[in-house]
């Protein structure tokens, strides 16, 4: 079990060009979350699957992010024209099926937007 | 809608002595699971300790416990024979109900003073 892996950790770009992040869950886990969080705030839910599927997104994911879970593993979560305000950092984290199973959480990945 | 509620953003604790976090939290469901995840530093999320609403008896994990008031909902976080380690940013969170994403508290940064 290698746990939850996010990359890159850290991420500096100019405001208006695109990153992606991905994520890699622990391996028999088939539900991963994406959640935002700034400093000093706890994370904010912002989407998760099910498998492929994506089950449900919030209302913080504007149409300049996407969430991709191809083949049901990795994911990837890209932001589009970045803005100054979508400096934080970006947290993925995997759960067996049932929501009482715990969520492991990655290690983040934090985007500096300049 | 689900809510957690941390009402203390920082509190301090002697190394060996006993801290108590509170956590309340609002939901209409009666079938859910809370956790106590703590943050340190470096940034990771690690669950500490997790709560199944049905079960009238509470977690406990070594120098960590809860006093789960399920009436009250109330969720409180025990920390006995603090240790310079347990340095750390700590958050509550709930998830249950149709929903399977975890919701969580602003948090409560608690420092462990040698």
């Known amino acids: ?114 | 809608a689900q809510t957690v509620t941390q009402s203390q953003p920082e509190m301090s604790v002697q190394e060996a002595e006993t801290v108590t976090l509170s956590c309340t939290y609002d939901t209409s469901e009666n079938n859910y699971y809370l956790f106590w995840y703590k943050q340190p530093p470096s940034r990771q999320m690690i669950l500490v300790i997790r709560q199944e609403a049905y079960k009238q008896q509470n977690a406990t994990e070594n120098r960590f416990s809860v006093n789960f008031q399920k009436a009250a909902k109330s969720f409180s976080l025990k920390i006995s024979d603090s240790q310079l380690g347990d340095t750390a940013m700590y958050f509550c969170a709930f998830v249950g109900g149709a929903t399977n994403k975890l919701i969580f508290g602003t948090g409560t940064l608690l420092a462990v003073q040698p």
Not at chain 1, 36 to 52: D, H, W
């Open chain 1, 1 to 114: 079990d290698t746990g939850v892996s996010q990359d890159p950790r850290h991420k500096i770009t100019k405001r208006g060009q695109n990153v992606t992040f991905r994520c890699d869950p622990i391996s028999e886990h088939n539900r991963l979350y994406w959640y935002r969080q700034t400093l000093g705030q706890g994370p904010e839910f912002l989407t998760y699957f099910q498998n492929e599927a994506q089950l449900e997104k919030s209302r913080l994911l504007s149409d300049r992010f996407s969430a991709e879970r191809p083949k049901g593993s990795f994911s990837t979560l890209e932001i589009q024209r970045t803005e100054q305000g979508d400096s934080a950092m970006y947290l993925c984290a995997s759960s067996l099926t049932s929501s009482g199973n715990t969520i492991y959480f990655g290690e983040g990945s934090w985007l500096t937007v300049v």
